[in-house]
């Protein structure tokens, strides 16, 4: 590979960052919900026993779990559309670039005013393509602020929200261990009859 790369080759790069990017956000999502089943599970099993210190200490972490997990989801759809806009943008100012270019030869060849006038309203176009390249950056500058004034807000989610969580778990447990006895009884019951005959 040479010491300069092409256009294309950093083209490549840039798109291979933004894959990257998305797939280690997304596996930052699921290492979060492992968490998040892990805090439940502990949550749910300190409430069986009657253990408060421990049910808070699991829900402290579960509601932290919670807010870190809707941050980074909001994090990569954000980064997901600015990523379109900025494909979008390309698209357009190559269409734009294109366009400038066949009304500049255009207007050699026909050496008519109306194109002069024309090129003048593609350069207009152009410097638009200037101002939304500027707009995106105050975006993603208006974006990074958001992010960082969400940072650690665990307050988002509120107890009952947790409380209800848990219980629902606790709920699911009880139905299966209840499926579970009445099955064993059924197998006993089918057990006892085989015996008798």
């Known amino acids: ?59 402290t972490g579960l509601k932290m779990t919670m807010a870190q997990q809707k ?28 366009l400038s270019l066949l009304s500049k030869e255009m207007t050699k060849l026909t050496n008519s005013k109306d194109f002069a006038k024309v090129q003048q309203q593609f350069e207009a176009a152009m410097e638009g393509v200037q101002t939304q390249t500027e707009q995106m950056d105050i975006y993603l500058d208006m974006s990074e602020g958001e ?21 629902q778990e606790l709920a699911m447990d009880e139905v299966s261990d209840d499926d579970i006895d009445k099955q064993l009884d059924e197998i006993s019951k089918k057990i006892k009859e085989t015996n008798n005959n």
Do not use: P
Request: proline share 0%; net charge positive.
């Open 147 to 167: 992010f960082n004034a969400h940072t650690g807000d665990t307050n988002a989610i509120s107890d009952d929200e947790i409380n209800s969580l848990i219980d």
């Open 1 to 59: 590979m040479g010491l300069f790369k092409t256009k294309q080759e950093k083209e490549i790069e840039k798109k291979m960052l933004v894959k990257k990017t998305i797939n280690q956000m997304n596996k930052q999502i699921s290492k979060l919900e492992d968490q998040k089943k892990v805090y439940i599970s502990a949550a749910k099993r300190a409430k069986k026993l009657g253990l408060m210190n421990q049910y808070n200490l699991a829900v």
């Open 71 to 98: 941050r980074a989801q909001e994090m990569l759809l954000n980064f997901e559309i600015t990523s379109q806009m900025k494909d979008m943008t390309v698209m357009t100012h190559e269409f734009l670039g294109g």
